[in-house]
């Protein structure tokens, strides 16, 4: 089982004719997944990677059958693209593009009120499901299928504790990259609910960082209900300057979150496991899976 996507998800990818749309379609295609179909105006009727190109997303839903978007495209275009494939009801949109104005996702954000679109992105990694679906920039090459689901707003520490859980016996069943910009789509509560709902995810990693709120959100979730699954939390940046902005996470205090070490607190007193360092994070997951 997984979360979102799996071996049927169908999957477009808007802005497949660019350099970064070509290499990424073609690690997924390669990876396995099912990729069904390009869209760029203008290049409706051609074909791209063996696949067939549509002028928009709505011909390429009703042609292919598509559920899923990769969207990869520039940031100015990039709000557009997701209102399109919103617009079109896909299930998932993935978006892996970077600095997208921030004015323009709060035009996305009231697109996704009421759809039936489950957003991942923008600033993101995208999402793994192991031997089944990759949408978006993930490494494959240490995923292994298995019990743990992992979320994360780091694309690095992701790639870390992914091959350091495949080289420990812990295989994944879906891997999320929420995206690391304020605002975006799904968050870590909502990735939780998802995989508490999966009876094949054993237990749960949730990699978070300063900055932002999601943290707090998922240890209010937490804390409201017996979750019923083991959750290992990294909370990193515990010895960033207060005040100074650190990448991407934005950790300056006036745009609001919790310090590392609050956040940290906050998920000890709703249930979670607390990993220090990204290796404690396996040796966490072992001893509450009763493999230690």
Known sequence: MSILVNKDTKVIVQGMTGRAGTFYADQ???YGTNYVGGVRPGRGGTSHLGLPMFHDVASAK????????LVIVPAPNAADAMIEAIEAELDVVVCVTERVPQHDMARVKRALNGSKTVLIGPNSQGILTPEQCKIGVMPTKEAKAGGVGIVSRSASLTSEILANCSAAGLGQSTTVGI?????????????LKLF???????????IGEIGGREEEEAADYLASESYG??????VVGRHAPEGRRMGH???LSAVGGLSAADKIARLRSAGSRIADTPPDVVTEVLAATGRA
């Open 229 to 234: 699954k083991p959750v290992v939390s990294l």
């Open 28 to 30: 997924g295609m390669r």
């Open 179 to 191: 995206g690391g910009d304020a605002l975006h789509g799904i968050g870590f509560a909502d990735c």
């Open 196 to 206: 508490r709902e999966d009876d094949d995810t054993e237990a749960v990693v949730l």
């Open 62 to 69: 009703s042609e292919t059958g598509a559920n899923a978007s």
């Open 249 to 251: 996470a934005g950790t």
